[in-house]
């Protein structure tokens, strides 16, 4: 679209407004595009500078009402108005905005800046700890992985100090004293709207009061601000939606979340595909997929991804003594049931679940896809027992569905690997702490003490089988995505393909809030941001993409290493037989798993999932009436795909077995 071209307005459209009952402090100030039908300009009043753009559109409305462009009955003090806008019906004013094309604004109270603005850019959020010490800075270009080494890295001043120097610099150049409404936009029904930055494609109705913030909306990825909603200080990534009363204060909401039904959160920070209805959140660090439903749920002072929050869900933390100051981490996938309780300080480990009241300040962060559950006055946990479970299973496999972001641009890198480095280096660590407290305390034991938790003979030996196969089924994976679609003909042929060729992988590695990387390149990303050489958001996040890009490689790096350890394999004499055993090893682990997921998912078909079926009928009924409402085991969606998982799965390590027997 050409830049509209202004000119200032003659003398008889000046008569013709004021017959139209409009009025200006200084009609001198007052331009208009070139070509203007001034008739749509009615009943309004001008004062400082004022742009009028091109009347020449209608807007149809739902239920097929038709509004003509123009300006009517509104008062407007330095705007400017773009081509094809209806602006009517504003009840105060508004003031010092920039509006692009083809925006509708109807039955508004009041829009305005009254001073030099970052719209929401360079606002603390305190999260994790309400009193303050690991407070982000939030901003527009901000990534969950950004904000974790804000919120977590505390022990590296000087990283701390030059990302809130960025983040600033940031804000500054965002500062203005206009603000701006989109092109394509709708803001009707709404009340008081503040220093409020309005990207294109956004739909405001009903909004009860938006101050200082920015919404972040485009033509691929608008945003919804709904009715009676409540905000301050805050950024609204792009194709999120803010419905029904929601309240928020110092927040960041990401890209394409979901708040709704009266949900409330101050200094809290949600990434990706998170959901809030009708519970509360208070200084919350919500990674991706953080997703909570019920009125009565509180999250606070923690820090969550991939998580749902059962109703009644509530963390406690402080001791009535310092105040708020304790602060909880739930690794990736974990969960917690209804009417669960955490104390903080904890950490819960990756991909468990949380069942009753936990108050032994756990940790339980080496021993991930555990069950934690109340017992008396004890907690009880059974490691790695989630592995089989079918919500686990479903849980992977429902997320990278569920990411509907469709701007082009995503600032958060989301990994969504069940078995990665990240997690089987826990399941590594898991075993050694098992083996531990066996050796320790004798196998005539009845249960075992670990962090705050006991844990059964039984269920300790069954940990241990369980991440056996787990590690079998990762390193198995590993191995064949290395080699299929190859076909070594020499011993030494296998061992060069199965060389790495990427230079980092090994050691540690870290979740980033969804960013699954080694520490050793997150720690090479810190050092270029302490030196000077990173110096911008857009760089980081540039970064981070890198490295989110590079995960298979790094993977290998990683997982060839723990293969030669895991299967005590020598890299110079590694056989294809050697391979083979592993592949072999690999299809039973699968098999297995995935014969003990089958098993799980068919406790929801058995006789006593059916109760409340057929409430008035006979047990014959409630039969029928099951299967009418959820069809029948064989044939569910997801019972089928694991059986077509174990036959696919088995299909495929048969055929690289068969490419590595091929002699020479």
Same mark, same amino acid.
């Given at each position: 679209?050409?830049?509209?071209?202004?000119?200032?307005?003659?003398q008889?459209?000046?008569?013709?407004?004021?017959?139209?009952g409009?009025?200006?402090?200084?009609?001198?100030?007052?331009?208009?595009?070139?070509?203007?039908?001034?008739?749509?300009?009615?009943?309004?009043?001008?004062?400082?500078?004022?742009?009028?753009?091109?009347?020449?559109?209608?807007?149809?409305?739902?239920?097929?009402?038709?509004?003509?462009?123009?300006?009517?009955?509104?008062?407007?003090?330095?705007?400017?108005?773009?081509?094809?806008?209806?602006?009517?019906?504003?009840?105060?004013?508004?003031?010092?905005?920039?509006?692009?094309?083809?925006?509708?604004?109807?039955?508004?109270?009041?829009i305005?800046?009254?001073?030099?603005s970052?719209?929401?850019?360079?606002?603390?959020?305190?999260?994790?700890?309400?009193?303050?010490?690991?407070?982000?800075l939030?901003?527009?270009?901000?990534?969950?992985?950004?904000? !974790?080494?804000?919120?977590?890295y505390?022990?590296?001043?000087?990283?701390? /100090?030059?990302?809130?120097?960025?983040?600033?610099?940031?804000?500054?150049? %965002?500062?203005?004293?206009?603000?701006?409404i989109?092109?394509?936009?709708m803001?009707?029904?709404?009340?008081?709207?503040?220093n409020?930055?309005?990207?294109?494609?956004c739909?405001?109705?009903?909004?009860?009061?938006?101050?200082?913030?920015?919404?972040?909306?485009?033509?691929?990825?608008?945003?919804?601000?709904?009715?009676?909603?409540?905000?301050?200080?805050?950024?609204?990534?792009?194709?999120?939606?803010?419905?029904?009363?929601?309240?928020?204060?110092?927040?960041?909401?990401?890209?394409?979340?979901?708040?709704?039904?009266?949900?409330?959160?101050?200094?809290?920070?949600?990434?990706?595909n998170?959901h809030?209805?009708?519970?509360?959140?208070?200084?919350?660090?919500?990674?991706?997929?953080?997703?909570?439903h019920?009125?009565?749920?509180?999250?606070?002072?923690?820090?969550?991804?991939?998580?749902?929050?059962?109703?009644?869900?509530?963390?406690s933390?402080?001791? !009535?003594?310092?105040?708020?100051?304790?602060?909880?981490?739930?690794?990736?996938?974990?969960?917690?049931?209804?009417?669960?309780?955490?104390?903080?300080?904890?950490?819960?480990?990756?991909?468990?679940?949380?069942?009753?009241?936990?108050?032994?300040?756990?940790?339980?962060?080496?021993l991930?896809?555990?069950?934690?559950i109340?017992?008396?006055?004890s907690?009880?946990?059974?490691?790695?027992?989630?592995?089989?479970?079918v919500?686990?299973?479903?849980?992977?496999?429902?997320?990278?569905?569920?990411?509907?972001?469709?701007?082009?641009?995503?600032?958060?890198?989301?990994?969504?690997?069940?078995?990665?480095?990240?997690?089987?280096?826990?399941?590594?660590?898991?075993?050694?702490?098992?083996? %531990?407290?066996?050796?320790?305390?004798?196998?005539?034991?009845?249960?075992?003490?670990?962090?705050?938790?006991?844990?059964?003979?039984?269920?300790?030996?069954?940990?241990?089988?369980?991440?056996?196969?787990?590690?079998?089924?990762?390193?198995?994976?590993?191995?064949?995505?290395?080699?299929?679609? /190859?076909?070594?003909?020499?011993?030494?042929?296998m061992?060069?393909?199965?060389?790495?060729?990427?230079?980092?992988?090994?050691?540690?590695?870290?979740?980033?809030?969804?960013?699954?990387?080694?520490?050793?390149?997150?720690? /090479?990303?810190?050092?270029d941001?302490?030196?000077?050489?990173?110096?911008t958001?857009?760089?980081?996040?540039e970064?981070?993409?890198?490295?989110?890009?590079?995960y298979?490689?790094?993977?290998?790096?990683?997982?060839?290493?723990?293969?030669?350890?895991?299967?005590?394999?020598?890299?110079?004499?590694?056989t294809?037989?050697?391979?083979?055993?592993?592949?072999?090893?690999?299809?039973?682990?699968?098999?297995?798993?995935?014969?003990?997921? !089958?098993?799980?998912?068919?406790?929801?078909?058995?006789?006593?999932?059916?109760?409340?079926?057929?409430?008035?009928?006979?047990?014959?009924d409630?039969?029928?009436?099951?299967?009418?409402?959820?069809?029948?085991?064989?044939?569910?969606?997801?019972?089928?795909?694991?059986?077509?998982?174990?036959e696919? /799965?088995?299909?495929?390590?048969?055929?690289?077995?068969?490419?590595?027997?091929?002699?020479?």
């Open positions: 679209m050409n830049p509209t071209e202004y000119r200032n307005l003659t008889p459209e000046i008569l013709q407004l004021r017959q139209q409009c009025s200006a402090e200084d009609w001198a100030t007052v331009q208009v595009a070139k070509g203007i039908d001034i008739r749509y300009v009615r009943n309004s009043r001008f004062s400082g500078e004022i742009r009028l753009g091109l009347f020449e559109k209608s807007f149809i409305m739902p239920g097929g009402v038709k509004k003509h462009s123009g300006v009517y009955l509104s008062t407007l003090h330095n705007v400017t108005v773009g081509d094809n806008c209806c602006i009517e019906n504003i009840k105060n004013y508004i003031a010092n905005y920039d509006i692009g094309h083809d925006t509708f604004i109807d039955n508004v109270d009041i305005l800046v009254d001073k030099p970052t719209f929401g850019n360079g606002i603390e959020a305190s999260v994790l700890i309400e009193t303050g010490g690991r407070e982000v939030i901003h527009d270009k901000l990534s969950a992985h950004e904000a !974790y080494i804000e919120a977590m505390r022990h590296r001043p000087d990283i701390i /100090k030059r990302l809130r120097s960025m983040a600033q610099n940031y804000a500054e150049a %965002q500062r203005s004293e206009r603000g701006t989109g092109s394509n936009c803001i009707v029904d709404a009340g008081y709207i503040k409020v930055r309005v990207g294109d494609y739909k405001i109705e009903g909004a009860g009061s938006l101050k200082n913030g920015t919404i972040v909306s485009n033509e691929a990825a608008p945003v919804h601000i709904g009715y009676g909603v409540v905000m301050t200080d805050f950024i609204v990534q792009s194709g999120s939606s803010i419905e029904d009363g929601v309240m928020m204060s110092r927040c960041f909401v990401g890209q394409n979340c979901k708040m709704a039904h009266t949900y409330s959160a101050s200094d809290s920070l949600f990434f990706s998170c809030g209805e009708n519970g509360e959140a208070c200084a919350i660090f919500a990674g991706p997929f953080t997703v909570t019920h009125k009565s749920t509180l999250l606070i002072a923690g820090m969550f991804s991939f998580m749902n929050a059962g109703s009644g869900s509530n963390q933390n402080h001791m !009535y003594k310092l105040g708020p100051i304790h602060q909880g981490h739930m690794e990736r996938g974990a969960k917690t049931s209804s009417d669960s309780y955490i104390l903080w300080p904890a950490r819960i480990g990756a991909f468990s679940l949380v069942m009753g009241r936990v108050v032994g300040n756990v940790d339980t962060s080496d991930p896809f555990s069950y934690l109340e017992d008396g006055d907690t009880y946990l059974a490691p790695a027992v989630n592995l089989k479970s919500g686990t299973i479903r849980d992977a496999q429902k997320w990278p569905k569920r990411d509907n972001r469709t701007d082009p641009v995503k600032l958060d890198q989301i990994n969504y690997n069940l078995l990665s480095p990240y997690t089987m280096q826990k399941a590594l660590r898991g075993k050694r702490v098992l083996h %531990q407290l066996y050796e320790s305390c004798g196998p005539t034991s009845d249960s075992y003490s670990f962090h705050s938790t006991k844990i059964t003979n039984h269920a300790l030996q069954r940990g241990l089988e369980l991440y056996d196969i787990a590690l079998t089924k990762f390193f198995g994976n590993s191995l064949i995505q290395r080699l299929i679609d /190859k076909n070594p003909r020499s011993d030494e042929e061992r060069e393909m199965l060389r790495p060729d990427y230079p980092s992988g090994e050691g540690e590695w870290v979740d980033l809030a969804g960013l699954i990387a080694p520490k050793h390149e997150v720690d /090479k990303l810190i050092s941001i302490e030196n000077g050489q990173i110096n958001v857009e760089a980081i996040n970064r981070f993409a890198q490295l989110h890009k590079a298979y490689d790094m993977e290998w790096t990683w997982a060839y290493q723990k293969i030669l350890d895991f299967f005590h394999l020598n890299p110079y004499t590694m294809r037989q050697d391979a083979i055993d592993i592949v072999e090893k690999w299809i039973e682990a699968v098999v297995s798993l995935d014969k003990m997921v !089958y098993a799980d998912a068919k406790k929801e078909f058995s006789l006593s999932a059916k109760t409340g079926f057929g409430a008035d009928g006979s047990s014959f409630a039969e029928r009436d099951f299967e009418q409402v959820r069809g029948y085991f064989e044939s569910n969606s997801f019972v089928k795909a694991v059986v077509e998982h174990i696919k /799965k088995t299909a495929l390590g048969k055929k690289i077995i068969s490419q590595l027997k091929t002699s020479e």
